[in-house]
Each structure stands twice: as C-alpha cells, then as structure tokens.
C-alpha cells in the first residue's frame, strides 16, 4: 500500500470515527431527561467508577506531589525562595496535573472497561436483542455511565488534588525542613478559588468525553473476541490522546474566561 493510500485510508476512518462520536453525544444529548431515569444503574456505576478507583487516583496523586514539591524545593533553593514551593505545587497540582493524570489513570481503567462489557453485548447480539425488545439501549446502557462520569470524575479530582498537596507538604517540610504552617499559608495567600474551579471544570468535561470514547468503541465493537481485543486497546490510547488535546483547548477556553 502507498503513503497516500495509507493516509487516505486513516483519514476517513478517523473523519467517520469523529463523526460517530458527535453523533453519539447528540444522541445521548436527548435522552438525557428521558424516562425513565435508571437511578439504581447510576448509582451502581458511581461505585464501579469512583469507589475502585480512589486507590489508583490517590496513590498516583500522593507521589506527584512530592516528587513536584521535592524538584522544586532543590530548583527554587538556588534563589532562595524554597519558603515558596507551597504555591508552585499546589497551582500545578489544582490547575493541571490533578484533573490530567486522574483522567488518564482513571479514565483509562473505566473507559476500557466500558468498552470490554459493550463490546461483549455487542458480538454476543445481547444489544440487538434490546433493540427488538423496544428498549431504548442509550437511555439505558450510556446516559447512566455518562451522569455517572459527570458526578465521579470532579470528586475523585477533589480528592487527588488534596491528596497532592498533603504529599507536597511532607517533602517539603522533612525533607526540605519548609515551616508547614508557611506552606499552607503561601498556599491560601497565592492560590485562588478560581485555580480550583478551574481544574474542577476540566475534570468533568474529562469525564464526560472519556465516558463517550468508552461506549462508543463498545458499540462500535466487531469481529467477535479478537475484536473486542482491538478495541479496548484502542479506548486507551484514545482516552489518553483525547485528555492530552482536549487539555490544551480547555486551558485556552478557561483563560480567555477567567484571566
């Protein structure tokens, strides 16, 4: 096959891959306030995202803290502004790497997940069997993981972030001997609410694409197991590339918003 076959292949596939996925969003769009409401679904999905999930998000957001207040301490030390490393981990950690890297880490493990149990209804013609039944499958299926994601994603970034900044303190106070009551003051003197929201804005745009990328993979799924395979490796990567770019835009948004 030449380059330009080659590109010209990838192309549409990923044109008609973006063009699903919007379709799907307008879809789940309108059956948002549908009946009937699926609270029990949602609220099984709420444990199955966000409970199982805290140790990966914690962990995860425990260490970056510290290894980002302990590069920082030894950089700002050659100015002598180690009092203000506070600041510096608590701005990164609020506005970027605590919705980015508990999107990823989180994001990852659930929307490969998703993908896995849609993908096995959808070859073993468990969603066709809805469908003849007259259930509404996206009502049922998607817009809980959806409403779920919405509420999951920005408590569990909550959390990480404050997970973060409690790692961050203590390299910076053993470690790096930093008074801790001058480190969270810096903190409070520095840091706005707006740093916060903004992150917190992000972590459920986040959620709700991640959520998205899931289920449309999963219902996309073809070619019985070995297909299913693709798929939720392909949900990774995808989820990964989506939190990356969609970041940048969202960041631009915020600022020309907020700043």
């Not at 493990?109 to 509404?136: P, Y």
């Not at 001058?182 to 916060?196: G, Q």
């Not at 219902?219 to 969609?246: C, D, F, K």
Request: with cysteine; hydrophobic share 50%.
């Amino acid at each position: 096959m030449s380059m330009l076959a080659y590109a010209r292949r990838h192309g549409r596939e990923s044109v008609a891959w973006y063009g699903g996925l919007g379709l799907l969003a307008l879809r789940v769009g309108r059956n948002l306030r549908l009946p009937p409401s699926y609270l029990v679904i949602v609220g099984q999905e709420i444990d199955l995202i966000g409970v199982r999930s805290l140790v990966v998000a914690l962990t995860a957001s425990l260490f970056t803290g510290m290894v980002l207040a302990l590069q920082t301490a030894v950089n700002m030390a050659r100015f002598g502004a180690e009092n203000y490393v506070g600041p510096v981990v608590a701005l990164s950690i609020l506005r970027e790497l605590g919705p980015v890297l508990t999107a990823i880490l989180v994001g990852g493990k659930v929307a490969s997940g998703i993908t896995a149990e849609l993908g096995s209804m959808k070859v073993t013609e468990q969603i066709d069997a809805l469908r003849s039944l007259g259930v509404n499958y996206v009502k049922k299926l998607i817009v809980p993981r959806i409403l779920a994601a919405l509420i999951v994603f920005p408590l569990v970034t909550t959390m990480a972030d404050a997970v973060g900044l409690v790692g961050g303190m203590l390299v910076a106070v053993f470690d790096r001997n930093v008074d801790a009551y001058l480190y969270w003051n810096t903190i409070s003197y520095w840091v706005v609410m707006k740093d916060f929201l903004s992150g917190l804005g992000k972590s459920v745009a986040f959620g709700g694409l991640i959520t998205l990328i899931g289920c449309y993979n999963g219902l996309e799924t073809e070619g019985g197991t070995e297909g299913l395979g693709r798929s939720t490796t392909s949900t990774v990567v995808q989820v990964a590339m989506a939190v990356i770019i969609s970041d940048f835009f969202l960041t631009k948004l915020l600022l020309l918003l907020f700043w």
